[in-house]
């Protein structure tokens, strides 16, 4: 699907507020209500726009710690990958997971209560992992840039 400029508004314009009503939306890209909700449609059904969702305050909900962990396992191991994967599901700690080139791979980004927490899920969960070989975690001490917003990537082609 290529992208104009009226579509981009609108995804900026959600990436802002997504819970922004379709009158006020079309106000602010300058459509009529239904030719916003067409696009809107369109992008959804597109898969451009994947879903809606809470952004939820980690610290306010007695999240403390955040980490980074890199994992390496033994690939001698019949379906390793596969039955990490399922682990990796499994465990609320893990946010987010990459499978990675390089020394490790495996990266999550992990978060905790607190360092005890995070102690008990490395140590009775993550290191008691079939075919778990190496583990190094990261703490991270401060976000200093987060974005979930794509669009600049997409204008800057």
């Known amino acids: 699907m290529n992208l104009d400029s009226t579509d981009l508004r609108i995804l ?23 030719a916003c909700l067409r696009r809107l449609r369109l992008l959804e059904s597109e898969g451009i726009i994947c879903g809606y969702r809470a952004v939820l305050n980690a610290e306010r909900l007695g999240i403390e710690l955040e980490a980074i962990v890199h994992v390496s396992l033994r690939q001698d191991i019949e379906d390793w990958h596969e039955t990490f994967i399922k682990k990796v599901q499994s465990w609320p700690e893990v946010v987010t997971a990459y499978v990675i080139t390089g020394a490790s791979n495996y990266v999550l980004r992990v978060q905790a209560r607190n360092l005890k927490h995070f102690s008990d899920f490395i140590v009775n969960h993550l290191n008691r992992t079939a075919g778990v070989t190496d583990i190094r975690s990261e703490i991270v001490l401060q976000k200093i840039k ?10 800057r082609k």
């Open 146 to 155: 987060e974005r979930d917003e794509l669009l600049d990537l997409v204008v």
């Open 12 to 34: 900026h314009q959600l990436q802002q507020d997504g819970r922004i009503s379709n009158q006020e939306l079309a106000e602010k890209v300058a459509l009529s209500p239904s």
